[in-house]
């Protein structure tokens, strides 16, 4: 039981003393050796590095040390760098409005060096000599001079040496490591104009040269990127704008999945707008598909607060809600391109470079000409010619317009000035007709065609339950069906989406479907949509089903007016394409 303190008692309330403070501060900022090596590499970027080098032993457990060639300190700066919030960053509160720099709290330095054997060496430009400075569990051991080059290194041995606790909740060194190369690879995208060297136990596991070329990097990170099809993205809305890269949908697979964030190229975490970004690649991807995503977006500087928690990784949006809206807008609007349709064996190179400016506040990458797409940042061109002569392009035939060609009853194929289509039949018109659904629905839906003979179906209970479920959207869709005895329904109007629809067919398996659910119907947001699947799936031109040429020419017409051609509402694609140089390697004419 508390008992309230005698009057004339002493004092219970004390200020800690800096090594106390800062070994709590130690506990946010210094999570793991992943979050020393940030700290440091982010020191290093501010201060205008080249060139980073980081090297690890043990999986940083007995040693990190990260060097670097920027502007480095003088010997005034050293010694006052390990007081807490001690920072060249910031000057006024007013500055945290519009934060330019990856770090500005002061406290990073301090709290490392609070929790283990740290050695500094800087030397400023200019400078006759350099400065090093040893310190010991947050306590200064001794400054003296050091011959160095311009630039700073800092040496971490023995973490957590005072803090067993915490010590002993760090993982093996392999999975240390990897938490390591995960926080090196962030700051390596964000930051295509510095080379970086990772070291582990005197093996090199990365080394990046300096560049502008955001492809060549995710490549030089990842061996498995060049087959992962990614396509750039770049938009602007307002004061918001996106880049990067996104993966084409039917390369898209289920599982572990490669996502970087950044905003005004600060890495950052943020699952709302993960999750705005795969909301854009809804009806084009199965359900449990990941697509790799590298989004950099740039928005106003008081319009993002990354004052939020000591490690930094963490972001507040002052619109949210809007922010989200656009991602999903942006991806969207990428994936309605040639670029995300799927192609004749491997994805072609990505091509994205970023231009100019300087710091952690540098624009999103941009887009120049490559071999497959031409992308101008936030003002998407035309694309141009290949350096192979090939060019990739909306559908577009030749004029007059060629001869389409059915193959099996199934495939279709046409000539384009850059090679050739083939598309699939049931696909494609199922795109088509899911879309045409959509847009219904937000009208006044779309009356059926009057039968001169009704059909009666006659359904179980739980499959009658699903119909009276459905009613209004089936009568949206153009069905007019009402309930015939116990047992039936008569069917007297139905839609018309091909000559060769089959109604009462279709009737029956959307209600099959509906009740014993599917990957599509699990995917739907709402019993609206869950119909529009279900009839564009049921509803569309089978595969097997011979079509006039006329029939052939209107199916490519309307599927190139949809707002996704490329990809049908199961995350399938709907076209594959073959470009004509592509055909010119298959038969040695380069």
């Known amino acids: 039981m508390k008992t309230r303190p005698e009057a004339g008692s002493r004092p219970r309330i004390r200020v800690l003393p800096d090594h106390v403070a ?133 040496d971490v041995r023995n973490l957590f040496l005072n803090t067993p606790v915490r010590a002993r909740f760090l993982r093996a060194a392999g999975v240390e490591t990897r938490a390591v190369s995960e926080v090196l690879h962030s700051l390596a995208l964000a930051n295509l104009d510095t080379r970086f060297v990772f070291e582990s136990n005197g093996r090199t596991i990365l080394d990046l040269p300096a560049g502008r070329d955001l492809p060549a990097r995710i490549g030089a990170i990842w061996k498995d990127a060049a087959a992962a099809g990614l396509i750039p993205l770049a938009t602007q809305r307002g004061g918001l704008r996106l880049a990067g890269a996104v993966q084409r949908p039917d390369l898209a697979r289920p599982g572990f999945r490669r996502a970087h964030l950044f905003v005004n190229g600060r890495p950052f975490r943020d699952g709302g707008i993960l999750a705005a970004a795969d909301a854009g690649y809804r009806t084009t991807v199965p359900e449990n598909a990941r697509p790799w995503l590298f989004l950099f977006l740039a928005v106003p500087g008081g319009d993002v607060d990354v004052n939020v928690h000591p490690g930094k990784a963490e972001v507040r949006f002052r619109q949210g809600g809007q922010l989200e809206k656009f991602v999903e807008a942006s991806v969207r609007e990428t994936l309605e391109g040639i670029e995300s349709a799927a192609t004749w064996g491997e994805p072609r190179p990505l091509r994205v470079v970023r231009e100019g400016a300087e710091g952690a506040g540098k624009p999103p990458p941009q887009a120049e000409s490559g071999e497959n797409v031409q992308i101008h940042l936030f003002r998407p061109e035309a694309a141009a010619e290949d350096d192979d002569g090939d060019s990739e392009e909306v559908y577009m035939p030749r004029a007059p317009r060629p001869a389409l060609l059915q193959i099996h009853n199934s495939f279709i194929l046409a000539e384009t000035r850059d090679g050739v289509i083939i598309l699939d039949q049931h696909a494609a018109h199922e795109r088509i007709l899911y879309e045409r ?68 067919r279709c009737i029956r398996e959307m209600i099959h479907e509906l009740l014993h659910g599917s990957d599509l119907m699990n995917s739907a947001r709402n019993q609206n949509e869950r119909v529009a699947m279900s009839f564009a799936c049921k509803g569309a031109i089978r595969a097997g089903q011979k079509l006039a040429q006329e029939e052939m020419q209107e199916l490519f017409d309307q599927l190139f007016a949809t707002e996704l051609p490329y990809h049908d509402i199961h995350g399938r694609p709907t076209v594959v394409r073959l470009g004509l140089g592509e055909l010119r390697r298959k038969f040695g004419r380069t």
């Open 22 to 154: 800062n070994r709590i501060a130690a506990g946010e900022v210094v999570e793991r050796p992943a979050s020393v090596v940030k700290e440091l590499v982010e020191n290093a970027l501010d201060a205008g590095a080249s060139a980073v080098r980081v090297s690890i032993e043990q999986g940083g457990k007995g040693r990190i040390r990260v060097a670097d060639d920027g502007c480095g300190m003088i010997r005034e700066d050293l010694l006052v760098c390990l007081d807490r919030h001690a920072t060249s960053k910031i000057r006024r509160a007013e500055d945290l409005r519009d934060v330019h720099t990856l770090g500005f709290r002061g406290e990073a330095l301090p709290s490392i060096a609070a929790v283990s054997r740290m050695v500094i060496e800087t030397a400023a430009a200019g400078e006759d000599a350099g400065s090093r400075l040893r310190v010991l569990a947050g306590r200064i051991q001794g400054v003296e001079d050091a011959a160095r080059r311009t630039g700073t290194t800092v």
């Open 437 to 504: 659904i959509a847009a219904g629905f937000e009208d006044a839906g779309r009356e059926g065609q009057r039968l001169l003979f009704p059909f009666t179906v006659r359904l179980t209970k739980p499959e009658l339950e699903v119909l009276e479920s459905i009613w209004d959207p089936l009568a949206r869709l153009g069905f007019e069906v009402s309930r015939f005895g116990y047992d039936a329904i008569l069917v007297q109007s139905v839609p018309a989406p091909h000559r060769y629809f089959d109604a009462e």
